[in-house]
């Protein structure tokens, strides 16, 4: 049967559309999206599917022979599940524990049988729960009983300390959306050196506001934490700023594609390697690892800190926040102004190379 007058004509035209639609750059982008599912799915199941304490840094106070002897002993548990090291005294246990030195200790009495556990639920209620169970076991083996003392008890409102991690969640979101936003709007990558600073100016200001909205809502709002509002307003605005910045410089670099490593950096490897659901010495060695170098884990440790410790060791992970931050700023610069000369360059006389489209 004869085709129609112009049927061959559509159906190239039609195939034509379809190979157009399914590029290279589209079956890439496709594939990556592809890659970032798995790589979510083995990440967050591989860092919490099972939790096991590993070398969780453990006081133990008790006369001479016997907090050796203690040590030595919790040294050598199956799976080292303990770091332990002799403590002088309770009130030195509370203390190293309130600066974040120590996760709990043991206070032995010597003169009975009835010793003290000081554990920490604002540092994260399953790794004191955790350090109850290994303890008990403990004290049950020597005949003897242990009673728990909270000394930095996590708020009624915050169920299993995670209202730290998820409050920084949040932040992290708006920060990568954020620099998303400009980018789809705008283009991936900012046409000049202004424009790069424009960039950076609005991701401030939003770090600004939703730093304050998440110190607020946590805290008079919701009543889930406690704490400075003006120290978690600080810490949202530079958490959100961070990953701003560093999800810009990424576009910067690498264009779109950036988007997809911002989330590989905060949401695949970031989020569960943070803290959050299960405390760091709970986490297998490679999620441990990266956690505390990256925003949500460096975040959900400050936060931590200011709702339940006094505001105590965050000088570290402030600087990791800072050097995100910094990098970030750097980057987006430095990656807008070789984009500017590159294309300074071809648009000189003599070029045979057609200028690019600018994006702002």
């Known amino acids: ?15 034509g559309e379809v190979k157009d639609a399914v590029s290279l750059r589209a079956t890439l982008l496709v594939i990556g999206v592809v890659a970032l599912q798995l790589l979510f799915i083995a990440s967050y199941v591989g860092a919490l599917h099972n939790p096991k304490p590993r070398d969780v840094a453990f006081g133990v106070v008790a006369p001479g022979v016997t907090a050796e002897q203690t040590v030595a002993r919790l040294k050598q548990l199956p ?8 403590v002088p ?5 509370r203390k190293q524990i309130l600066n974040r030195d120590i996760d709990g200790a043991l206070v032995i009495d010597s003169r009975g049988i009835k010793d003290t556990l000081l554990v920490a639920t604002g540092g994260g209620t399953v790794l004191a729960t955790t350090l109850e169970t290994i303890t008990a076991t403990l004290e049950r083996a020597e005949q003897r009983t242990v009673r728990v003392v909270d000394v930095a008890p996590a708020s009624a409102q915050d169920f299993d300390g995670l209202s730290s991690f998820y409050l920084v969640v949040g932040w992290c979101v708006g920060g990568y959306l954020c620099a998303s936003i400009l ?3 705008t283009g991936a990558r900012p046409a000049n050196p202004r424009r ?20 607020v809502i946590v805290g008079p709002v ?11 307003w600080g810490l949202g605005a530079l958490i959100t700023f961070a990953v701003g910045a560093a999800t810009l410089a990424l576009q910067g670099v690498f264009g779109v594609v950036g988007i997809g490593l911002a989330i590989l950096l905060v949401v695949i490897a970031g989020n569960p390697s943070a803290g959050g659901a299960f405390p760091l010495p709970l986490l297998p060695p490679f ?3 990266i956690g505390p170098a990256l925003p949500p884990g460096a975040g959900t440790w400050v936060a931590r800190s200011i709702a339940y410790f006094k505001g105590n060791a ?34 000189r006389p003599g070029s045979t190379e057609p200028t690019a489209a600018v994006g702002g």
């Open 79 to 86: 799976g080292s599940p303990l770091d332990p090291r002799a």
């Open 222 to 232: 919701l009543g889930a934490l406690p704490g400075s509002v003006p120290a978690f």
């Open 1 to 15: 049967m004869a085709e129609p007058p112009g049927a061959g004509t559509s159906r190239t035209s039609f195939l």
């Open 287 to 289: 999620w441990n690892a």
């Open 183 to 185: 980018a789809i709007s």
């Open 196 to 215: 790069a600073v424009i960039r950076l100016v609005v991701m401030a200001l939003v770090a600004i506001a939703g730093g304050l909205g998440g110190a």
């Open 314 to 347: 965050v000088t570290g992970p402030l600087l990791v926040l800072s050097a995100w931050a910094l990098a970030g700023i750097l980057v987006t610069l430095l990656a807008a102004t070789l984009r500017r000369k590159h294309e300074d360059l071809l648009d």
């Open 89 to 93: 005294d309770a009130a030195s246990a």
